[in-house]
């Protein structure tokens, strides 16, 4: 029987969904679980935009679209990158509209990656953005980006400049971050931009989590002075607008990157359905629905509140709390344990009853923490953290 692609063995599947799984099956046996694992907003799709789908499908658009997606919903993602980022974009030639956040990652990985390239990517970091460089061919090298009082979690810049090789190519960023809602300050990044462009290097910046902020706005990747000709921006609707199963994204990055991103949409999916990016139109343009993201920001930040309020309250020795600026998660730190992170959550999971994700699913720089979504209600959440606490103390 011939062989497989031996890429794939490089590859872990994601640590997210197979502890997903799980739970399904623990709750089909009649557990009670407190699924605090997923990053997935507990919001539902706000029903307007729903009904611009729906109105969309009665009115036709059922049938292929542009593979670039429509210009009236590249003109509302140019209109946002200025009324949000205060970046500017060329709606014609420089957005494309992809099939969620990943398939935009996808697409610039394979508009600008030659196979043995190297990548640095900051650890710890979302899986993805290791695994499809690796996908295509690219060699990763793990920039480590410690839990630290002062940077929390970004990398100290010299170890940028210590992991360069002559086969350096990217730079990938994820702010803020998954996991540990961490982003640098604007003149980090400043330093950054220097340093791509005195090495010839793309930065291809994640900001799927962008409009999650709690303590000051992060800075997006592009807006310093000529760094849109080396920045390839990521986004899409799933976080911001609870749109997570719509799988609607975009790219926005030079024309020449969007040419060859093109072909890699137009070979994967073919286009983003019609009627989708119809509700994606409206949801980036009506203005009640940015007043709902706003809202939905301020209750993840009251649930942030609640969980800095219960770590000073229970005095944990053992679960040390880093607050995070943007996103919706907390990484746990503990390390006071001396156990394996998956350990750690196999071990809450069984005798807690609560879901989470080992720090290991996210480099080798989260071995000892845990990551806890706050995309969950209140109760749950406190629940949950109280949980985490007692079995700690228990150890």
């Known amino acids: 029987m011939r062989n497989l ?36 907003p507990d919001f539902g799709t706000h029903p307007a935009i729903a009904e611009a789908a729906f ?13 670039t997606g429509t210009l009236e919903l590249r003109k509302a993602i140019a209109a946002k990158l200025q009324r949000d980022e205060g970046v500017s974009y060329d709606p014609a030639s420089e957005i494309l509209v992809t099939h969620g956040g990943i398939h935009a990652y996808y697409t610039a990985m394979q508009a600008i990656l030659n196979p043995g390239d190297d990548v640095l990517v900051p650890d710890p970091s979302w899986a993805t953005h290791s695994n499809m460089a690796v996908m295509l061919r690219g060699n990763v090298i793990r920039i480590p980006a410690p839990a630290d009082a002062e940077r929390g979690f970004v990398p100290h810049f010299d170890s940028w400049l210590k992991a360069l090789t002559p086969h350096t190519k990217v730079i990938v960023l994820n702010y803020p971050s998954n996991p540990t809602g961490a982003f640098p300050s604007r003149e980090y990044l400043q330093k950054l931009q220097d340093f791509a462009k005195e090495h010839n290097l793309w930065i291809v910046s994640d900001e799927v989590y962008g409009s999650l902020y ?21 986004n899409s609707l799933s976080k911001s607008y ?46 009640k629905i940015q007043e709902v993201t706003a809202e939905m920001r301020a209750a993840y930040s009251r649930r942030r509140n609640l969980v800095i309020r219960l770590a000073h ?83």
């Not at 072909?263 to 994606?280: E, H, L, R, W, Y």
């Not at 006071?336 to 720090?359: D, F, Q, T, Y």
């Not at 000892?368 to 606490?389: H, L, P, Y």
């Open 5 to 40: 692609n031996t890429q794939m063995d490089l590859i872990r599947q994601s640590a997210t969904v197979a502890m997903a799984d799980r739970i399904l099956a623990l709750k089909a046996s009649g557990h009670k679980i407190i699924g605090l694992q997923v990053g997935d």
């Open 55 to 67: 109105k969309a499908m009665q009115e036709g658009h059922t049938h292929y679209g542009p593979s």
């Open 214 to 234: 709690y303590e000051g706005k992060p800075t997006c990747a592009a807006d310093f002075e000529g760094a849109k000709e080396r920045t390839i921006l990521v």
């Open 242 to 287: 609870a749109m997570t199963g719509w799988r609607v994204g975009f790219l926005a990055a030079p024309a020449r990157v969007i040419q060859n991103a093109l072909k890699a949409g137009q070979n994967s999916i073919t286009c983003v359905a019609p009627f989708i990016q119809k509700a994606a139109t409206f949801a980036l343009t009506d203005p």
């Open 313 to 395: 309250e229970l005095e944990s020795e053992k679960v040390k709390v880093i607050p995070p600026q943007g996103a919706f998660y907390f990484f746990l730190d503990l390390r006071a344990l001396n156990k394996s992170s998956v350990e750690m959550c196999e071990k809450i999971l069984e005798e807690e009853g609560v879901g989470l994700v080992p720090g290991s699913a996210f480099g080798e720089q989260g071995e000892g923490f845990i990551r806890m979504t706050i995309a969950a209600s209140e109760e749950d959440v406190e629940a949950g953290f109280r949980k985490i606490v007692k079995w700690a103390e228990g150890q």
